[in-house]
């Protein structure tokens, strides 16, 4: 018979250590706080880290790519951060859509609203923060570019051309922070990952592709990627209330009833 | 100090909780008891702000608890220990309330340690097992330093070795003047842990008061060598009996009592002592059962 021995992992009064006194004294959650945890959320998950290593990869190796198969002429910059933005075009959304549907999906939702019960202000956090998450992939996005163009003038015998850097630059920027924008939107009304993300893909491309055929020139008022793309050259071609509308009824309309869905749902 | 004041939460036709109240007081541990259904989870969900209540209040410190600027501060919650991200380890996700909750990462590790959980800290949560997560879970209520614990089911999963510490724990937390509401079904946990009990049955509380209240008149169980000669003593001095399965008979009367009757019988016992066990479950029973309810 063995003798009985008080095996617990430490003194039971560890938790509340001297240390408590000199806890710092309780404050509110600031948005600049919310926005910094909804950061830290998305690369600090293994799937997180996943995906953005993907886009950095598909990047890289996109570059590799245009730099091995040089059309005739200069090499420019702006083949370079085309080929290197697909990734980035097809995956970040995803982190997008993931940062609003992955609380209710891992059930981590419990915590999350537990700790900041005012749920609104930490879904426009979400939002925030997957654009700065954008901003900061994108722009190592662009370096890789630039590194590629630099590297085809030193290495091959083309010569190099950033003409027109500054509106490729921020029409890359414009329009990635609006996919993930609209991914998010789509994930704050559909709060499940997986039939986010497909929604995500299937709808707006249905409409581009079927729109046009149906109501013709009507279609432009839904035509998303067209109001898109006007933006990202900052020539709305005199399409402000098509561009608006498109804006409004595929990421306005989402997000705010996705606002009001998750602070009414039971969290379970 | 919790207070719930004429909670109620009605879902289209049907009431999950109706009229709940109940009080919470500092330095005390009260068990939150009730059968699957009636209504246990949804009342912790309302007084926690995850659910909206349909009328009534619920206040933690005199604060509604979506009116607490950072309530983990205040209350610590655990009422699922599997709702934690399988992708983030240990440590990143103690680190990421740690921040949120305005205190230094050193609380975190120091968490970590009074779990035990320091050399699992640097794997994913996912592959942790169910204990080393409801640890986890009580490491995160525990690292805002709260006043109030409000925990479902905190024994789930774990080994004697946790169970015994987490009762360590509670005693320990409630005798510093925190206040502590658990939900369990470990019946025998449960009596050796909580100074109150409020028991919920249908959507009703159907008990609100101590332990040793609720437990007091339970009987005397007793054990003879003749069984069959000690009911017909017992039965014969006007005591009234109940034969358990064991063989044994709970009365209802003291110890003294029986000792008596017995005696006088000439019936030679082999045990006698409260019957606090079986107390405790048939109590639950009969408070829960729906007939009672109704009542």
């Known amino acids: 018979m063995t003798t009985v021995t008080d095996i617990a992992p430490t003194a039971p009064a560890k938790h509340r250590a001297e240390v408590a006194t000199a806890l710092p004294p309780a404050r509110g959650q600031s948005f600049l706080k919310l926005v910094t945890i909804e950061l830290r959320k998305s ?21 590799t790519w245009q730099l091995t198969h040089l059309p005739e002429g200069p090499a420019g910059f702006d083949g370079f951060l085309g080929a290197a933005s697909t990734g980035v075009m097809l995956i970040l959304p ?62 091959t015998d083309h010569t190099t051309s950033y003409g027109g850097l500054g509106g490729q630059l921020a029409g890359a920027y414009l329009t990635v922070a609006l996919n993930v924008v609209m991914g998010a939107a789509f994930g704050a009304v559909i709060a499940q990952t997986a039939v986010a993300i497909l929604v995500y893909f299937i709808a707006p491309t249905a409409w581009s592709l079927a ?7 009507n279609a432009n008022w839904l035509d998303v990627f067209g109001a898109f793309g006007r933006i ?4 709305l071609h005199g399409m402000l209330p098509e561009t608006l509308t498109a804006i409004g009824v595929w990421i306005v309309v989402p997000t705010i009833v996705g606002l009001w869905a998750s602070s009414r749902r039971e969290v379970k | 100090m919790i207070t719930v004041e004429n909670l109620t939460k009605r879902y289209g036709g049907t009431t999950a909780v109706h009229d709940v109240s109940f009080t919470v007081q500092p330095g005390s541990i009260t068990g939150f008891l009730g059968p699957n259904g009636a209504g246990k989870s949804t009342t912790l969900r309302m007084l926690t702000g995850l659910t909206p209540p349909t009328s009534g209040t619920a206040t933690i410190t005199g604060k509604r608890y979506a009116d607490l600027p950072n309530p983990g501060r205040v209350v610590g919650v655990m009422l699922d220990a599997a709702a934690q991200h399988p992708g983030r380890t240990g440590r990143e996700t103690l ?38 997560r409801q640890r986890l879970g009580i490491a995160s209520a525990l690292l805002g330093d709260p006043a109030v614990l409000i925990l479902d089911e905190p024994a789930n999963g774990m080994d004697p070795e946790g169970i015994r510490w987490m009762r360590g724990l509670l005693h320990d937390f409630a005798a510093r003047g925190g206040t502590v509401i658990l939900s369990s079904h470990l019946l025998g946990e449960v009596q050796a842990t909580v100074d ?52 044994a008979l709970r009365v209802d009367a003291t110890a003294e009592q029986v000792g008596r009757a017995a005696a006088a019988a000439g019936q030679i016992l082999l045990e006698l002592r409260e019957s606090d066990g079986a107390g405790l479950e048939d109590l639950f029973f009969q408070l829960t059962t729906p007939t009672a309810v109704a009542a």
């Open chain 1, 232 to 235: 990202a050259e900052r020539d």
């Open chain 1, 94 to 155: 995803v982190i997008g859509v993931m940062a609003m549907t992955s609380e209710w999906t891992q059930r981590t939702a419990l915590t999350t609203f537990t700790l900041s019960p005012r749920r609104v202000r930490v879904q426009l956090a979400k939002f925030v923060s997957a654009i700065v998450l954008s901003v900061v992939v994108m722009t190592a996005v662009v370096l890789l570019a630039f590194a590629g163009t630099a590297l085809a003038g030193a290495v």
């Open chain 2, 196 to 247: 109150r009990l409020v028991v919920i049955g249908g959507g009703r509380i159907v008990a609100d008061c101590s332990l040793e209240e609720l437990l007091a008149g339970t009987g005397t169980l007793v054990r003879g060598l003749d069984p069959i000669g000690l009911n017909q003593a017992l039965t014969a001095a006007g005591l009234d009996l109940e034969p358990l399965q064991d063989g």
């Open chain 2, 95 to 132: 680190l990421l309330n740690a921040s949120l909750l305005g205190v230094p990462k050193g609380r975190a590790d120091e968490m970590l340690e009074a779990v035990g959980l320091t050399d699992a800290a640097k794997r994913r949560v996912g592959q942790y097992s169910l204990g080393m």
């Open chain 1, 43 to 63: 690369v600090n998950t293994r799937s997180g880290r996943v995906l953005i290593a993907a886009i950095l990869l598909i990047a890289a190796v996109a570059i």
């Open chain 1, 211 to 217: 729109g046009p055929a149906l109501f013709k020139d």
